[in-house]
């Protein structure tokens, strides 16, 4: 286990330590961050098959853009954790500040605590589990991939979506324009319980719990007669 | 008929006849007029100053002897890499999609052979484009379309889009006549549809949040990478101060003149104000805040010669852009394919229906039929040979005014020829020495 101490050694040293990883052939495969005191960007552009753990609370951008790690964040997360992140798993134990998973093209989060607004926000083919609850605007132009939610959905859920999956247990304050409930389809249950299982949310709900959301389509070409739902 | 005079049918200046077409298209189609370019209106520009030249009292240097560099550093405040390029025209933002890949080629080869930088889009990085481009400039957009890190470490800067001189505080929307296959994959979105690109980033909002955005880019590409940050010409006093608060070690200014690949005519027409308005105050906001030169100024809309380069030299910024000219470099709008334009009911220099995809000259098009018909090595020639002519025009007026470097030029080289470019441009009127609005007049 290697230790970096944030707060003695700083940030800049914590990223270049990490993206010297690689492709290298290492040992130093399990990393513990003590002391982030809400540091903004920790452990940003990692692309190495590590596992890191970050003993505390974070600010903006945690696991940004992350390919192949594990990163668990011990405590809650602020601001856009794992934007971008295109492979690997993020485990938040807290809460997420807004646009957890913002932009995310692969890979999962996970929250065990709720999301904050706009969860999910354009999000690319990402995984998302949320075992407590998401804010407004959540999947704001979401293009692909799939959240799964086991509290409630805040105003505005899912508009403007493209072809993300989403499913929520709970109940939705509102859906956004063009989101509309749709058939839950073997498929989907099976998209459910993998989700369950990854998420590490096995023991908290059954995959018949959800509705499922999607894209009702009608914003996909520009017609006059829509213009209020713009 | 009756033999007493009588009044001549007579036009309505307010209901013209373009406007009244306009009228009746909206009524015919209910959606609003899309288009690509930028303003088309007659605006105050740099047609509206004059250079003063040498004379007794400064003496120039000899055309074809005495060196007048041309040179810029971009990216020095913060970057361990700052790009250094030859010369200080650089190709703006225009993506894979609204461009086709072998006009992406042509851009870099162009750029590469004159010793400039090219810059990707709303579409991610093509291999086109990068493998064609020595020095490429890496958008970061609200879209975050075909964003990742392996590209922004093969970047050589990364431009944080905040707006576009075309439209301020828009969004973008790519029609799905030029969703093809490629542009979908590159998108993560089913192909054929409408793309709408967000007006605002995902993750951030407002100059604080920027900071840290900044911050988290350089921490991914370990502080090597200049950033910039591109802002329409809005409010170019306050935006330049807040992007070098924020951290930004380059600003791009776009005035409502630089092209779009496709927004609606009235936001281009009606937003944002023309370059010539914007680079005094980005300039002032930079002096004031001790930054001039140490974040460099890239101004672009608009740009056409070596006369409007070394213009836009001389009111302070460090390097210009440009996007439309550069299309037009490629044969966009060229009178050869006139009577495929008339086809599509325009005409060569009035089309602008790039966001269709039908693109005679094949650049703005997805379509294979009409992207083979350009050639992005001859392409990437007349591009290069445009460049070098602008720099030699540019380096032409700056050794008239007695300057060993493009940068040396300076607003004392100027006068205007109307009130308003002397007002915005802040340089007296030609033949007094009157800049409007200056100490109280």
Same mark, same amino acid.
């Given at each position: ?26 040992? +130093? ?153 749709? +058939? ?47 | ?441």
């Amino acid at each position: 286990m290697q230790t970096f101490d944030l707060e003695a050694q700083g940030l800049r040293a914590l990223n270049q330590a990490l993206h010297n990883l690689k492709g290298a052939n290492t040992n +130093e495969t399990a990393w513990e961050v003590v002391n982030p005191k809400g540091s903004h960007a920790i452990a940003v552009g990692v692309d190495a098959p590590i596992d890191i753990t970050v003993r505390g609370s974070t600010g903006y951008y945690c696991a940004g853009m992350n390919k192949q790690a594990t990163i668990r964040v011990k405590g809650s997360a602020g601001p856009g954790v794992a934007e971008n992140m295109m492979s690997g798993t993020v485990i938040i134990d807290g809460d997420a500040s807004q646009y957890a998973g913002a932009t995310g093209r692969g890979g999962l989060l996970v929250i065990k605590g709720n999301a904050s607004s706009r969860c999910g926000i354009s999000m690319k083919g990402i995984d998302i589990v949320v075992h407590g609850n998401i804010g407004h605007m959540s999947c704001f132009m979401a293009q692909s991939g799939n959240i799964l939610v086991l509290g409630d959905a805040g105003d505005a859920l899912g508009d403007s979506l493209y072809e993300a999956h989403l499913f929520v247990r709970g109940t939705v304050k509102s859906l956004g324009t063009d989101c509309i409930e749709k +058939e839950m389809r073997p498929e989907h249950l099976a998209i459910i319980a993998d989700l369950l299982k990854r998420g590490e949310a096995e023991h908290l709900a059954k995959p018949s719990d959800f509705k499922r959301y999607g894209s009702a389509r009608k914003l996909y070409t520009f017609n006059i007669d829509n213009a209020s739902s713009y | 008929m009756s033999d007493f005079p009588h009044t001549p049918p007579k036009q309505s200046w307010t209901y013209s006849n373009d406007v009244n077409a306009e009228i009746r298209r909206a009524a015919a189609t209910g959606i609003y007029d899309i288009r690509g370019g930028g303003s088309k209106r007659k605006l105050p520009h740099f047609d509206d100053l004059l250079f003063l030249g040498a004379s007794i009292s400064r003496y120039p240097l000899e055309g074809y002897r005495e060196k007048c560099a041309t040179d810029v550093w971009l990216g020095t405040r913060y970057a361990k890499k700052p790009i250094h390029l030859d010369i200080p025209v650089t190709i703006a933002g225009m993506s894979f999609g609204a461009l086709s890949g072998p006009a992406k080629e042509a851009l870099g080869r162009g750029a590469s052979a004159a010793g400039t930088s090219t810059t990707t889009g709303d579409g991610g990085m093509t291999e086109e484009e990068r493998g064609h481009s020595n020095t490429l400039v890496y958008q970061y957009l609200p879209s975050r379309y075909g964003m990742n890190p392996d590209d922004l470490r093969r970047a050589d800067a990364i431009e944080v889009v905040v707006g576009q001189g075309a439209k301020p505080g828009g969004g973008g929307m790519l029609l799905g006549q030029k969703i093809s296959d490629r542009v979908a994959k590159m998108r993560n979105l089913p192909k054929g549809i409408d793309q709408r690109s967000a007006c605002r980033h995902p993750d951030w909002t407002g100059p604080d949040d920027l900071e840290i955005k900044i911050m988290e880019i350089r921490e991914i590409t370990d502080w090597e990478k200049p950033i910039y940050v591109k802002i329409g010409g809005a409010r170019p006093y306050y935006d330049t101060a807040l992007a070098v608060k924020a951290g930004a070690d380059v600003v791009v200014l776009d005035g409502m003149q630089g092209g779009t690949a496709a927004t609606q005519d009235v936001f281009i027409e009606n937003v944002g104000m023309p370059i010539l308005a914007c680079i005094p105050l980005a300039v002032k906001a930079l002096q004031d805040l001790g930054m001039h030169r140490k974040v460099q100024l890239i101004v672009s809309g608009g740009i056409r010669t070596g006369a409007d380069v070394a213009k836009a030299m001389a009111l302070g910024a460090d390097a210009v852009a440009i996007g439309t000219a550069a299309l037009i470099a490629l044969g966009d709008n060229d009178p050869k394919w006139e009577s495929e334009y008339n086809k599509l009911g325009t005409t060569a220099g009035a089309y602008d229906d790039w966001h269709e995809g039908r693109d005679p000259a094949g650049i703005t098009t997805q379509d294979p039929e009409l992207f083979n018909r350009f050639d992005p090595i001859l392409g990437g020639r007349r591009l290069k040979n445009y460049l070098k002519v602008m720099t030699l025009e540019a380096q032409t007026i700056a050794r008239a005014c007695g300057k060993n470097h493009l940068h040396n030029l300076e607003p004392e080289d100027l006068c205007a020829l109307t009130i308003e470019g002397a007002a915005m441009a802040g340089v007296p009127l030609a033949g007094t020495n009157w800049i409007p609005g200056k100490n109280g007049f």
